[in-house]
Structures are given as C-alpha cells and as structure tokens.
C-alpha cells in the first residue's frame, strides 16, 4: 500500500481561522479522500479530489467550508475554513490501493478548535 | 435509516474467545466491502476485504459476505488484549470503484485477560 503522510498530525485553532492540511503520497494515485471523524463517531467522506479538477462534495459538505486542492498526482490540501468548537474532529487523507476500491489513510490530523 | 450499520456495542470477551462482528448496508449495488481496525488515537488499519460471497480467512480473522442477505460479519479468533479497539465496517459506496467508502458507526471490542 501507499505511504501517506498527513502534517500537521494536531494542533489547536483559534475560532475563526483557518487550517490547511496537507497529504502527500509516495505514489501517483489517480483519487485521493478527505475524512472526517468526529468525537466518538465514525467516519464521514468530506469530498472526493481529482487531480487537474475541482473537488467533489459530499452532501453537508461544501466549497467555501472545506476547500481542496490537487495540484499533482501525489498531493492534495484540505482547508478547514472559519472554523467554530464543532470542527473539532480528527481529519484524514486517504487514497486507493491496488484494486482501486479499498483505502488506506494517513495517520489523521486531530483538530481542536477553541 | 443509515447506509451501513454495525451490531451495537461495546463488546466484551474473554482472551481466547470467539469475537463475532455484524455489520448490514443497504445499497444493493455495493461491491466491495472492509473491516477496520482502529486503535484509540490512530487512524484506521484495514485487516480484511472481501468481495464475494462466502467466507475469507486470514490468520486468525475470517470475513463472512451474504450479499442476498445484504450482510457482512468479521469472526476472530483466539481473541486477544491486543485486538481491543473499534472495528469499522466499511462498503464500496454505490459500486464504484476508486476508495470511495462508507462506513459503519464503529463497534468498540474489549479482550479482557
């Protein structure tokens, strides 16, 4: 499987501002996916980014609130924007294997907006 | 009713027991599915996939699909301290392809010495 790194593994936000996250691939993948979990909860897809295009957005999840971007085949952002106490969540990258239809993530970046 | 849904938890068992794990979805379309092992503050880990019906066994954990039943389980065996962790059901969201998953809410396994 892909190596996939995730910086910054935490950090504690100001309300109001925002954080980039970033994910970078050992690999050239053609899809990479933007998580989240929130306290005690599971997992949530954010978007689905493709490289040399726009992001595509789950339903609850939007362009402004969590820009993406994709600018090569081995990396992607994720921008949590304005952020409020309920962004805080764990945030993670992940990209297909072999098969193309299972995942693996990065270690996560744990977010803690005050 | 949510997409894919995970037998209510925590479960606990003792070491060496049979840990059973039920997950169901209700997208008929679904292809692919996955378990998850997740250890508290770390992301998760696949330990097993399964793509048709029947069973699948790796070491000491097996995979069961029934896809007219709509029903995925993950049996492990001799459990063991270290498997104590949340275990994610996850299932190829709407047949596609490409790691677009979609995940059950968790069960929160205890192995207990």
């Known amino acids: 499987s892909a190596v996939i790194s995730q910086k910054p593994s935490r950090d504690i936000c100001q309300r109001g501002t925002s954080l980039t996250i970033q994910c970078q691939v050992d690999s050239q993948v053609t899809m990479m996916f933007w998580y989240r979990q929130q306290p005690g909860q599971s997992l949530t897809l954010i978007a689905t980014a493709n490289q040399g295009s726009e992001a595509t957005y789950e339903s609850g999840f939007v362009i402004d609130k969590f820009p993406i971007s994709r600018p090569n085949l081995t990396f992607s952002t994720l921008t949590v924007s304005n952020m409020s106490p309920e962004d805080s969540s764990i945030y993670l990258c992940?990209?297909?294997?072999?098969?193309?239809?299972?995942?693996?993530f990065g270690q996560g970046t744990r977010l803690t907006v005050v | 009713q949510k997409e894919v849904e995970q037998n209510s938890g925590p479960l606990s068992v003792p070491e060496g027991a049979i840990a059973s794990l039920n997950c169901t979805y209700s997208d008929r379309v679904s292809q692919s599915f996955f378990w998850y092992r997740q250890y508290s503050g770390k992301s998760p880990e696949l330990i097993m996939s399964i793509y048709s019906n029947g069973d699948k066994e790796d070491g000491r954990f097996t995979a069961q699909l029934n896809k007219a039943s709509q029903y995925v389980s993950l049996l492990i065996r001799d459990s063991q301290p270290s498997d104590s962790a949340t275990y994610l059901c996850a299932v190829n969201a709407g047949g596609t392809s490409y790691g677009k998953l979609t995940f059950g809410q968790g069960t929160i396994l205890t192995v207990h010495p």
């Open positions: 992940s990209v297909g294997g072999q098969l193309n239809t299972e995942a693996f």
